[in-house]
Structure formats: structure tokens, C-alpha cells
């Protein structure tokens, strides 16, 4: 069993309280690690390390921090495989997910912020013959960032590469349920030549280390991702003392199903949009709606492909399906199956865990369950269940869709499928959604702005949006 360490001003430090968190394997049930159960002292420490390194960090050059940075993309490249093994060990999802999608991503977070590092110019805006104005980007100065549990690298370098990019230095705060490859990237932010307290992890609970960071006054930005109640917190923290916050929530994804999809392209991808890493994404679609001529032969097909849709050992080559994070996300996940029974819906598919052999018989796994038959208002309908449900239900006309789909508090993102062009883009521009996709899920850009609206966030982060979310802006006039 592996005990975790914080790591600090470039060295790996135990926590200074001695305290220990007991990490589990989902897919097992067993305790495969002990986490710092860090508090205030440790995050002082860690603030202080980053604070101390700001002053030269924001002086280096881009080519230099561009470097570094890449560097780190091509040692976590070099190791792919051993941080696959420990994120799906540490998180429950298949290892080809972890190997073939999610550190890929995680390096090209690197190479990404690299590039637009060395890309970037500055806005100038000339003033008839009178004068000029140039905007400069400056660094904010030490950032906290705080990350959950479902795509734990890639969640965390999504907001390292940009925030050191610009010339922040950073103090990170993983979730406490996984935060084996964020201790593991320590070591390759040394190899890489990332000076010392440039950026720093802190492992523990949201409670103690989270919340020392969010309130702490020399950490005058916090990047979040996480849930919606958490955020509430953060952001009334963070208020009174005007730090700049970026939230990234939850969602309740509609997928609008026209009777003119391409079915061929739209099942496969609608169950991955249902239940890929076990439905434990923000951007996962949870309600299916179906125009209803089609409905009958859109749930047989639907259901067929769910069966194909295989859950067991992540480590398996095969398995499509891992297990869920923790003993009490199955539980609440479980509990909204159970509120979806009592509230007169008919659970076509799942509900129940598979039979799975030796060790794996302790895991935290769950079949894909599919549930019709709920009004609109239902908690399951409303509420982020964030597992592998989802609920099916009709609408009769374009307008009935939109409807549905924006009758909910989160905004996050939406699939539209249809064959009609202009259909397609009248029903994007009503959806209040930050995300819209047509005919596909989850087709990444980095470039673009990625955010939500109403309850599931704040901001956008992305590309040049992240640039500017991670700096100051600094106008300077000069009159000729
Ligand atoms: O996340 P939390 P939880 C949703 C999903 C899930 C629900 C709750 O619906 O069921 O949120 O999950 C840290 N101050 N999403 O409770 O608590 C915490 O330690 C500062 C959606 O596990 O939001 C972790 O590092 N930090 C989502 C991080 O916040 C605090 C991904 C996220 O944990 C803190 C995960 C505090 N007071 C869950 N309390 C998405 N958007 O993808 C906790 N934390």
C-alpha cells in the first residue's frame, strides 16, 4: 500500500498534523493508499512556497515557460502506461479509457498551453491620430485549484498548463477519493524543471484543505471544478475578498432525438454519452428525449446496445464499464433508482449490480440502467445523478423539446440529433446551454470556450479564455 505525500516548495512533505486518509480501489472496495488528511498549516505552507516562487516564475520567459511545459507533456507521455494503471485503480474506470482518451488529454493540456503561450499577442486600440491603448496579460499571482474525482488528471492539468503558462504559480487541492496521479505528476513537474513551489499539491478534504485555500488572502484566484453545493461555498467565500472564480458544475444533459437521426451514428454514441467512465462525467447526456413517432424503435435498438455495453474489471481489455468511485456514490446513485421506482417508473435495463468473481465481488459496480415513464418535474429528471442512469422520455414537436431540455437549473450541454441542417441550429440557438453538439458528444476543441450557464457555472476557461481567466488585463494609454 502506497502512503501519499504533499509536495511542496519541490519536495514531497508528509502532512504536518501525521493525519492520513484511507483511499480505496472501487473496483475492489480495499484501501489501495493513504492520502495526507492535510489542514490550514499545510496550505500555509504550500501558499507560502508558491508565493515565495511567483516572484521569479512571472519573470521567466514565455519561451522558457513554453518549454517546461512541453516537457512535462513529453515525461508524462514517456510513462503513459504506469499513470493509466493508477488512475483507473484510483478511480474505477476501464484502463482503456484512462490509456486511450484521458492521459492523452492530460498531456495535450501541456502542448496545448504551450503553443497558445507562444501564439498569444496583445490587443491594441488606436485612438484617431490622438494616441494608443495596448492591453497586456500579467500573471494574477499564487492559484488555487481545486479538482474532483472523475477525470482526475486530466481535470487538474486542464488548470496547471494554463495557469503556469501565463506566470501564476499554482496550489493544487485534488479530490480526496483520488489523488493518486496528482501526487504522481509531482514527480514529473521536478524532472521537467519546474522550479521549486511553482506549483504545489496539497491532498486532503474539501472541508480542511479546500476550504483553507478558497479563504486563504494571499490566493487571490480559485479555478473549481466540482459540484453545484460546493461551488455555493466557494463563491460565498470567495466574494468579500474579490477573488477571481472560475466555476465548472455539474449538469442534467438533454440529448434531443429527432425522428430523422441517423440511428446508425446515434445509438453507439448516445450509450457512450449515457454511461462512459459510468456516467461520471459533467457532460454525460442523463436525459434522453425522443421525438415520439420513434420512440418504440429507438428504445429497442437503445436497450440492445446497452446490453453490448459491458461492465466488469477495468482492467480488463473488453470492459466498457467500470465501478463507480465510492461506496456512498453508489449508494446515492442507488437511491435515485429507488426514487425513480416509488415515483411510478418502469426501469427497462439495470438497476441492480453484476456478478463479478473474487476481489471484484467488494467493487462499487453497477449495471446501465435505463428509466421511462417519469414526468418532467421528477427529482430524477431534475437532479445530477451522476452514474450510469439515464431516463427516456418523448416529445411531440421542436418547440415541445426545447421545452424539456431547458426545464432544468443546469446549463452546461446538450446533443442535438437530426439530419435536417437548419433544424439542427434552430433548436442549438434556443438550447440554454453552453455546449451544444450536433450529431456527435463530447468532440473536444481546446480552443473554444467551455463553461455553463445557469447552475453548472461561472466563466469560461479554454484556449485564450483561459489565458485571460489566469491574468490581469492591464490597458496602457500612451497619447502621441
Ligand atoms: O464533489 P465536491 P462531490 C457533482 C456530482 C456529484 C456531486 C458531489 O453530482 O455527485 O457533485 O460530488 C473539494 N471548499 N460533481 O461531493 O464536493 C473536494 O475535496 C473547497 C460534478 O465529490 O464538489 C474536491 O477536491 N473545496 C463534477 C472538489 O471540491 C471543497 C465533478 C470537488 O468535490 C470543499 C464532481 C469546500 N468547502 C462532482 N468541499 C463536475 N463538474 O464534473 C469539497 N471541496
Not at 486542464?158 to 501564476?168: D, E, R
Not at 493544487?172 to 511553482?198: D, F, I, R
Not at 471484484?360 to 451522476?386: A, H, K, S
Request: charged share 20%; hydrophobic share 40%; net charge negative.
Amino acid at each position: 500500500m502506497k502512503t501519499l505525500s504533499n509536495f511542496i516548495g519541490g519536495e514531497y512533505c508528509p502532512p504536518i498534523s501525521g493525519k492520513y486518509l484511507d483511499s480505496f480501489n472501487p473496483s475492489t472496495g480495499k484501501v489501495h493508499c493513504l492520502v495526507p488528511d492535510s489542514d490550514n498549516a499545510d496550505v500555509e505552507r504550500a501558499v507560502a512556497s508558491a508565493h515565495t516562487a511567483f516572484a521569479k516564475w512571472r519573470k521567466t520567459t514565455r519561451k522558457q515557460r513554453a518549454a517546461i511545459l512541453n516537457r512535462v507533456a513529453d515525461l508524462l507521455e514517456e510513462r503513459i502506461d504506469e499513470f493509466a494503471l493508477a488512475e483507473s485503480q484510483d478511480q474505477g474506470k476501464p484502463l482503456s479509457l484512462a490509456k486511450d482518451i484521458e492521459m492523452p488529454r492530460a498531456i495535450d493540456n501541456f502542448r496545448f498551453f504551450a503553443a497558445c503561450l507562444l501564439n498569444q499577442g496583445a490587443h491594441a486600440y488606436e485612438m484617431d491620430g490622438e494616441g494608443i491603448n495596448y492591453t497586456n496579460r500579467l500573471p494574477v499571482g499564487v492559484t488555487g485549484l481545486i479538482s474532483p474525482w472523475n477525470l482526475p488528471l486530466y481535470l487538474i492539468t486542464w488548470k496547471i498548463a494554463p495557469s503556469l503558462a501565463v506566470g501564476n504559480t499554482a496550489v493544487c487541492k485534488p479530490s480526496e477519493l483520488t489523488s493518486l496521479t496528482a501526487y504522481m505528476l509531482a514527480e514529473v513537474l521536478n524532472e521537467a524543471g519546474v522550479p521549486p513551489g511553482v506549483c504545489n499539491i496539497v491532498l486532503g478534504t474539501g472541508a480542511k484543505a479546500g476550504a483553507a485555500l478558497t479563504a486563504h488572502e494571499k490566493v487571490p484566484l480559485i479555478s473549481f471544478t466540482g459540484g453545484t453545493a460546493t461551488a455555493s461555498s466557494i463563491a460565498s467565500t470567495a466574494a468579500p475578498l474579490f477573488k477571481k472564480v472560475g466555476l465548472e458544475l455539474g449538469g442534467k444533459n438533454p440529448n434531443i432525438i429527432f425522428a430523422d437521426a441517423d440511428f446508425d451514428k446515434c445509438i453507439p454514441t448516445t450509450v457512450r454519452s449515457s454511461f462512459q467512465n459510468q456516467g461520471e462525467i459533467c457532460l454525460c447526456g442523463s436525459r434522453i428525449l425522443v421525438e415520439e413517432s420513434v420512440y418504440d424503435i429507438f428504445v429497442e435498438r437503445f436497450l440492445v446496445a446497452v446490453k453490448d455495453f459491458k461492465v466488469g474489471d477495468p482492467l480488463n481489455e473488453g470492459t466498457n464499464m467500470g465501478a463507480l468511485v465510492s461506496a456512498e456514490h453508489l449508494n446515492k446513485v442507488r437511491s435515485y433508482i429507488q426514487m425513480a421506482v416509488d415515483s411510478g417508473g418502469k426501469v427497462l435495463c439495470g438497476g441492480d449490480s453484476p456478478k463479478l468473481d473474487g476481489e471484484l465481488q467488494g467493487g462499487y459496480f453497477l449495471n446501465p440502467t435505463v428509466v421511462t415513464g417519469l414526468n418532467d418535474d421528477c427529482r430524477v429528471l431534475q437532479e445530477e445523478i451522476f452514474g450510469p442512469v439515464v431516463t427516456i422520455s418523448t416529445f411531440k414537436t421542436m418547440d415541445e423539446a426545447i421545452a424539456k431540455a431547458n426545464n432544468v437549473r443546469y446549463g452546461l450541454s446538450a446533443s442535438i440529433w437530426t439530419q435536417d441542417i437548419s433544424k439542427a441550429h434552430r433548436t442549438a440557438q434556443q438550447l440554454d446551454t453552453a455546449t451544444v453538439w450536433i450529431n456527435t458528444w463530447m468532440r473536444r476543441d481546446l480552443r473554444v470556450p467551455f463553461g455553463g450557464m445557469k447552475d453548472s457555472g461561472l466563466g469560461r476557461e479554454g484556449g485564450e479564455f483561459s489565458l485571460d481567466f489566469y491574468s490581469e488585463l492591464k490597458n496602457i494609454c500612451v497619447h502621441f
